[in-house]
């Protein structure tokens, strides 16, 4: 379990590796009802200039998402949560989500971490940078 007494500015966040293959990416659309043929077509990409049909901009969301919750543990808290979506991404490209604590304060009686996080694509340059608050439980309360 992740204690907020463990958790320091500057820690890293394990890394999380994922790689979309074009038959998740229509998995994700079937799931997420997110039909843009963008996502599925690669001639209607091509069209509109890209080397591939492209990842869905929620999907990678969604992977930052597993990244904070994988870390913070089934006792903590996301409370914020934010992503910005700056760059195109592609299947069968080794995708990585990295993040990093910015800082930790109590406030309103809860013990929040304030993390930087990003999914960065194969050539190691930032697609999708965030940011992301978790309430995590104290030893001293345990």
């Known amino acids: 379990m992740l204690y907020f007494e463990d958790v320091s500015t500057g820690d890293e966040?394990?890394?999380?590796?994922?790689?979309?293959?074009?038959?998740?990416?229509?998995?994700?659309?079937?799931?997420?009802d997110d039909y843009?043929?963008?996502?599925?077509?690669?001639d209607l990409?091509?069209?509109?200039g890209h080397k591939s049909v492209i990842i869905h901009g929620a999907?990678?969301?969604?992977?930052?998402?597993?990244?904070?919750?994988?870390?913070?543990?089934p006792a903590g808290r996301l409370t914020a949560f934010n992503v910005a979506y700056r760059a195109i991404d592609y299947p069968n490209d080794d995708l990585t989500c990295?993040?990093?604590?910015?800082?930790?304060?109590?406030?309103?009686?809860?013990?929040?971490?304030?993390?930087?996080i990003w999914l960065e694509n194969g050539e190691g340059e930032t697609t999708t940078p965030g940011s992301?608050?978790?309430?995590?439980?104290?030893r001293e309360s345990a």
């Open 13 to 32: 966040i394990p890394v999380l590796k994922k790689n979309a293959s074009t038959q998740q990416l229509v998995m994700y659309a079937g799931a997420s």
């Open 36 to 42: 843009y043929q963008i996502h599925y077509d690669k």
């Open 45 to 48: 990409a091509a069209a509109a």
């Open 59 to 73: 999907l990678k969301s969604a992977w930052l998402a597993q990244l904070v919750t994988d870390w913070m543990g």
């Open 98 to 116: 990295k993040g990093t604590v910015t800082g930790k304060r109590t406030e309103d009686g809860q013990n929040l971490v304030d993390c930087d």
């Open 132 to 138: 992301a608050t978790v309430a995590l439980p104290s």
